[in-house]
């Protein structure tokens, strides 16, 4: 069984639950509680949740990348976009399981408490990331963190995440949000990173960003590439 470290973030209401490279997150309402993601390494996590809050309580996965799904099966019902469905049911983890599909705008209701879903194709086809508007805060997975972001591979596309980025960008500049939660790296951020990151990503893209080479090779030996803007970076081939 793996090691889960409990980070509570008091005025939020929010705990991370960490394991080495990854992080979950459980947000609490007033009526229910919503579990983000479901860590990287076998552990109890409904037994640690259930020593955290006794409400109701929903899963929910910001995308099927394997550092986020080792203890699925504890959840019986899963909610994920629907871009991500066929995704996840090749991993072999769904099995057993009510997959719960949503989309852009659906609404999570905490009681006191709502998080909306924000479609966030790009690192995943069918990733997503949880607003919090009443807090100031994006719940963004993988989507948005000083990263590195993993952006080669199977379901990874430069296009998509640019234009996610974009609309998360106007979504921290019309203050819907102002702290980022992210699943990896530092927690919380400031929401400011998104505009590195959007610089990090076009600017490798036009070849104008110079990398340097990562310790890690891609599927099938190919050299993958570290970038950076400011905080922000980048791993692609």
């Known amino acids: 069984m793996g090691a889960t470290k409990v980070v509570r973030y008091e005025h939020d209401r929010v705990y991370a639950l960490e394991q080495s490279m990854v992080r979950s997150l459980l947000i609490i309402g007033d009526e229910r509680a919503l579990l983000f993601d479901a860590g990287v390494e ?83 086809p069918g990733s997503i990331s949880l607003l919090d508007a009443g807090n100031g805060i994006l719940f963004s997975g993988d989507t948005v963190s000083y990263g590195p972001v993993y952006m080669f591979g199977d379901g990874r596309d430069m296009d998509a995440y640019i234009a996610t980025l974009e609309k998360l960008k106007a979504l921290y500049d019309k203050g819907d949000f102002a702290d980022v939660y992210p699943c990896h790296n530092i927690c919380p951020i400031d929401g400011a990173c998104i505009e590195e990151l959007i610089h990090c990503a076009k600017d490798l893209m036009a070849g104008v960003l110079e990398g340097v080479p990562a310790t890690m090779t891609a599927p099938g030996g190919a050299p993958v590439m570290e970038y950076h803007v400011g905080d922000c970076g980048i791993y692609h081939i």
């Open 42 to 124: 076998e552990d109890d996590l409904m037994g640690i949740v259930r020593g955290l809050t006794d409400l109701p309580l929903v899963f929910c996965m910001s995308h099927s990348d394997r550092d986020h799904i080792a203890n699925v099966s504890q959840f019986g019902t899963i909610y994920l976009h629907k871009d991500e469905e066929e995704r996840f049911r090749k991993t072999g983890k769904a099995e057993g399981l009510e997959l719960v599909t949503v989309e852009e705008g659906h609404v999570f209701d905490l009681g006191g408490r709502s998080l909306r879903v924000i479609a966030c194709p790009g690192h995943t």
